[in-house]
Protein backbone atom coordinates (compact mmCIF):
# COMPACT_ATOMS: atom_id res chain seq x y z
CA UNK A 1 0.00 0.00 0.00
CA UNK A 2 1.32 2.87 -0.57
CA UNK A 3 2.41 5.97 2.06
CA UNK A 4 -0.03 8.66 2.38
CA UNK A 5 0.93 12.47 1.79
CA UNK A 6 1.58 13.80 5.31
CA UNK A 7 0.39 16.92 5.82
CA UNK A 8 1.75 20.25 8.63
CA UNK A 9 -0.65 22.41 9.98
CA UNK A 10 0.30 25.47 11.12
CA UNK A 11 -1.71 27.50 13.76
CA UNK A 12 -1.36 30.98 15.59
CA UNK A 13 -0.76 32.05 19.19
CA UNK A 14 -4.41 32.86 20.16
CA UNK A 15 -6.63 30.52 17.93
CA UNK A 16 -8.72 27.93 19.11
CA UNK A 17 -7.59 25.40 16.24
CA UNK A 18 -11.10 24.31 15.41
CA UNK A 19 -9.94 24.26 11.71
CA UNK A 20 -6.59 22.67 12.49
CA UNK A 21 -8.94 20.12 14.43
CA UNK A 22 -11.05 19.45 11.47
CA UNK A 23 -8.17 18.74 9.22
CA UNK A 24 -6.94 16.07 11.59
CA UNK A 25 -9.93 14.81 11.84
CA UNK A 26 -10.57 14.00 8.19
CA UNK A 27 -7.42 13.09 7.62
CA UNK A 28 -7.83 10.24 10.45
CA UNK A 29 -10.99 9.25 9.08
CA UNK A 30 -9.86 8.79 5.60
CA UNK A 31 -12.17 11.72 3.88
CA UNK A 32 -8.28 13.69 2.66
CA UNK A 33 -6.29 10.85 1.83
CA UNK A 34 -3.22 12.16 3.86
CA UNK A 35 -1.96 11.71 7.33
CA UNK A 36 -1.67 14.80 9.69
CA UNK A 37 1.22 14.46 10.64
CA UNK A 38 2.49 17.82 12.26
CA UNK A 39 0.88 20.71 13.90
CA UNK A 40 3.11 23.53 14.69
CA UNK A 41 2.58 26.36 17.21
CA UNK A 42 3.89 28.94 18.46
CA UNK A 43 3.57 28.51 22.09
CA UNK A 44 3.13 25.58 23.66
CA UNK A 45 0.04 25.95 25.64
CA UNK A 46 -2.14 28.10 23.35
CA UNK A 47 -5.91 26.22 23.23
CA UNK A 48 -4.70 24.78 19.33
CA UNK A 49 -1.65 23.18 20.55
CA UNK A 50 -3.48 21.84 23.00
CA UNK A 51 -6.27 20.85 20.94
CA UNK A 52 -3.90 19.62 18.65
CA UNK A 53 -2.17 16.95 21.64
CA UNK A 54 -5.57 15.90 22.65
CA UNK A 55 -6.39 14.40 18.49
CA UNK A 56 -2.96 12.65 18.84
CA UNK A 57 -0.36 15.10 16.42
CA UNK A 58 3.24 15.89 17.11
CA UNK A 59 2.91 19.21 18.23
CA UNK A 60 6.54 21.41 17.76
CA UNK A 61 6.55 24.77 19.35
CA UNK A 62 8.67 27.22 16.77
CA UNK A 63 7.76 31.24 16.97
CA UNK A 64 7.56 32.78 13.98
CA UNK A 65 9.30 35.80 15.48
CA UNK A 66 12.50 34.10 16.39
CA UNK A 67 15.89 33.92 14.84
CA UNK A 68 16.26 31.00 12.41
CA UNK A 69 12.44 30.32 12.07
CA UNK A 70 12.27 29.89 8.67
CA UNK A 71 15.51 27.41 8.55
CA UNK A 72 14.05 25.31 11.69
CA UNK A 73 10.78 25.09 9.72
CA UNK A 74 12.18 23.65 6.67
CA UNK A 75 14.32 20.72 8.55
CA UNK A 76 10.93 20.11 10.73
CA UNK A 77 9.30 19.73 7.15
CA UNK A 78 11.97 17.93 5.56
CA UNK A 79 12.43 15.83 8.70
CA UNK A 80 8.99 15.02 8.94
CA UNK A 81 9.06 14.60 4.80
CA UNK A 82 5.93 16.77 4.56
CA UNK A 83 3.71 17.02 1.58
CA UNK A 84 1.13 19.50 2.16
CA UNK A 85 1.27 23.02 3.93
CA UNK A 86 -2.51 23.91 5.70
CA UNK A 87 -2.36 27.43 7.55
CA UNK A 88 -4.78 27.67 10.28
CA UNK A 89 -4.87 30.87 12.27
CA UNK A 90 -0.81 31.53 11.30
CA UNK A 91 -1.20 35.40 10.90
CA UNK A 92 2.14 36.25 9.87
CA UNK A 93 3.44 36.26 6.26
CA UNK A 94 4.65 33.00 5.09
CA UNK A 95 8.46 32.88 5.22
CA UNK A 96 9.32 33.32 0.92
CA UNK A 97 11.92 30.29 0.96
CA UNK A 98 9.36 28.16 2.13
CA UNK A 99 6.58 29.38 0.00
CA UNK A 100 9.15 29.10 -2.87
CA UNK A 101 10.32 25.21 -2.18
CA UNK A 102 6.35 24.46 -1.64
CA UNK A 103 4.81 26.50 -4.41
CA UNK A 104 1.09 25.19 -4.94
CA UNK A 105 1.39 22.98 -1.88
CA UNK A 106 0.48 25.58 1.06
CA UNK A 107 -2.83 26.47 1.72
CA UNK A 108 -4.50 29.00 3.80
CA UNK A 109 -7.98 29.82 4.68
CA UNK A 110 -9.67 33.24 4.75
CA UNK A 111 -13.00 34.08 5.75
CA UNK A 112 -13.79 36.73 3.65
CA UNK A 113 -14.73 36.12 -0.24
CA UNK A 114 -11.28 36.90 -1.45
CA UNK A 115 -10.07 39.19 -3.32
CA UNK A 116 -12.63 41.52 -1.25
CA UNK A 117 -11.75 41.54 2.94
CA UNK A 118 -7.99 40.65 2.25
CA UNK A 119 -4.67 41.60 2.45
CA UNK A 120 -2.12 42.59 5.62
CA UNK A 121 -4.14 43.15 8.96
CA UNK A 122 -7.09 41.91 7.41
CA UNK A 123 -7.84 39.01 9.81
CA UNK A 124 -10.57 37.65 12.32
CA UNK A 125 -12.67 40.06 13.72
CA UNK A 126 -11.46 43.07 11.52
CA UNK A 127 -12.66 41.05 8.27
CA UNK A 128 -16.03 40.72 9.42
CA UNK A 129 -16.86 44.14 11.06
CA UNK A 130 -15.25 45.43 7.55
CA UNK A 131 -18.08 43.43 5.39
CA UNK A 132 -20.43 45.35 7.86
CA UNK A 133 -19.21 48.34 7.37
CA UNK A 134 -19.22 47.83 3.61
CA UNK A 135 -23.17 46.82 3.76
CA UNK A 136 -22.30 44.01 1.32
CA UNK A 137 -25.06 41.27 1.54
CA UNK A 138 -23.12 38.18 1.10
CA UNK A 139 -19.97 36.97 2.68
CA UNK A 140 -17.86 33.70 3.38
CA UNK A 141 -14.74 32.20 2.90
CA UNK A 142 -11.40 31.56 0.63
CA UNK A 143 -9.64 28.65 1.14
CA UNK A 144 -6.53 29.97 -1.41
CA UNK A 145 -2.72 28.89 -1.90
CA UNK A 146 -0.50 30.83 -0.58
CA UNK A 147 2.05 33.21 -2.27
CA UNK A 148 4.45 35.82 -1.16
CA UNK A 149 1.64 38.43 -0.38
CA UNK A 150 -1.21 38.10 1.90
CA UNK A 151 -4.11 36.27 0.20
CA UNK A 152 -3.12 36.77 -3.13
CA UNK A 153 -2.92 32.98 -4.25
CA UNK A 154 -5.07 31.57 -6.25
CA UNK A 155 -8.51 30.53 -4.78
CA UNK A 156 -9.45 26.67 -4.87
CA UNK A 157 -12.78 26.81 -2.86
CA UNK A 158 -15.27 29.12 -1.92
CA UNK A 159 -18.28 29.03 0.28
CA UNK A 160 -20.90 31.96 1.15
CA UNK A 161 -23.67 33.21 3.00
CA UNK A 162 -25.93 35.62 3.35
CA UNK A 163 -25.04 38.86 5.45
CA UNK A 164 -28.51 39.10 7.74
CA UNK A 165 -29.73 42.85 8.38
CA UNK A 166 -29.23 42.15 12.39
CA UNK A 167 -26.00 40.54 11.91
CA UNK A 168 -22.76 41.54 14.44
CA UNK A 169 -19.11 40.80 13.79
CA UNK A 170 -19.51 37.99 15.89
CA UNK A 171 -22.40 36.62 14.92
CA UNK A 172 -21.10 37.00 11.29
CA UNK A 173 -17.98 35.03 12.69
CA UNK A 174 -19.56 32.24 13.79
CA UNK A 175 -21.69 31.65 11.07
CA UNK A 176 -18.34 32.08 8.66
CA UNK A 177 -16.51 29.64 11.00
CA UNK A 178 -19.45 26.89 10.00
CA UNK A 179 -18.71 27.32 6.33
CA UNK A 180 -14.92 27.22 6.62
CA UNK A 181 -15.23 23.75 9.02
CA UNK A 182 -16.46 22.15 5.67
CA UNK A 183 -14.68 24.01 3.08
CA UNK A 184 -11.03 23.70 4.24
CA UNK A 185 -11.04 19.60 4.77
CA UNK A 186 -12.75 19.79 1.12
CA UNK A 187 -10.07 21.93 0.01
CA UNK A 188 -7.13 19.95 1.61
CA UNK A 189 -9.09 16.77 -0.04
CA UNK A 190 -8.86 18.24 -3.90
CA UNK A 191 -5.49 19.03 -3.69
CA UNK A 192 -4.44 16.03 -2.71
CA UNK A 193 -6.52 14.01 -5.17
CA UNK A 194 -5.38 16.06 -7.93
CA UNK A 195 -9.49 17.31 -8.38
Keep these: MPELPRVAILVGRKGRGTNMARLLTACASGYVPAEGRLVVAPVSGNPAAIRA ?19 RLLDLFREERIDWVCLAGFMSLFPSEIVGEYEGRILNIHPALLPRFGGKGMYGIRVHEAVL ?12 FVTNEYDEGEAILTRSC ?27 RMVVLGL
Design 53 to 71: RALGARVEVLDPRSSGYSA
Design 133 to 144: AAGVTETGCTVH
Design 162 to 188: PVLAGDTPDSLADRVLELEHEAYPEAL
